[in-house]
């Protein structure tokens, strides 16, 4: 199990400070504060866990860029559009969905709705990281909520993706949304409510 470094801090400060307070105090406030910087140190290992993860590299295969729960499949306009939710215990970095190059990473600052409100895709703070493939452009839009109060990209505009290479993080939460290109032909084969898993999972079929 290894860990993305934008995590270090919150993993091993706490940690360490947790067991210099735990090997001076005992039976003491202090010493419940060592405890409760070790649970947070220890809990931040757990969110912040970038697992080994076997790539599915089939062609024709769009996979999902998230780890989570399915929340809505929709069209706006004129492109279908696959929301997930992550909750607090799903993996947090973000996978690109197809092979391409990065045509644009736009940030929008904003609030900090909860998720599940339908204006948060909307009014929050998020990243939103074009794809440009033979298929056209996918967009991926990182979006922070009432937790994740910090989105991160990984990638620039120029660079070129993989499918399943690790294109960004947010912190604390929140939702992804995968945007197909405009009139795409694609099959969404999967439906609200089912569980994804970044880099793996199969959101839908090109057909090609």
């Known amino acids: 199990m290894f860990f993305v470094k934008e995590g270090w801090p919150f993993i091993f400060i706490p940690l360490v400070l947790g067991i210099l307070i735990l090997s001076v105090f005992r039976g003491s406030t202090p010493y419940a504060l060592g405890v ?12 912040f866990r970038d ?19 399915v929340m809505e499949i929709s069209e706006e306009d004129g492109a279908k559009c696959v ?4 909750s607090v215990f799903n993996v947090h970095l973000q996978r690109s969905p197809v092979e391409g190059v990065v045509k644009s990473v736009e940030y929008r600052p904003g609030k900090f709705l909860p998720a599940m409100r339908q204006e948060a895709h909307i009014l929050n703070e998020q990243n939103i990281i074009t794809i440009e493939t033979k298929d056209g452009e996918y967009k991926v839009k990182q979006i922070a909520g009432i937790l994740a109060r910090r989105v991160v990209s990984w990638v620039r505009r120029g660079d070129k993706v993989s499918k399943g290479q690790k294109i960004g993080l947010i912190k604390f939460g929140s939702q992804v949304d995968v945007y197909f290109p405009k009139g795409s032909p694609a099959e969404i084969v999967v439906a609200k409510g089912d569980k994804v898993v970044s880099g793996i999972t199969v959101l839908a079929r090109s057909g090609k």
């Open 83 to 86: 929301k997930i939710f992550l």
């Open 36 to 47: 409760l910087l070790i649970v947070f140190g220890s809990f931040s290992a757990f969110f």
């Open 51 to 69: 697992p080994v993860r076997s790539i599915r590299d089939d062609a024709g295969l769009i996979l999902s860029p998230a780890d989570g729960t």
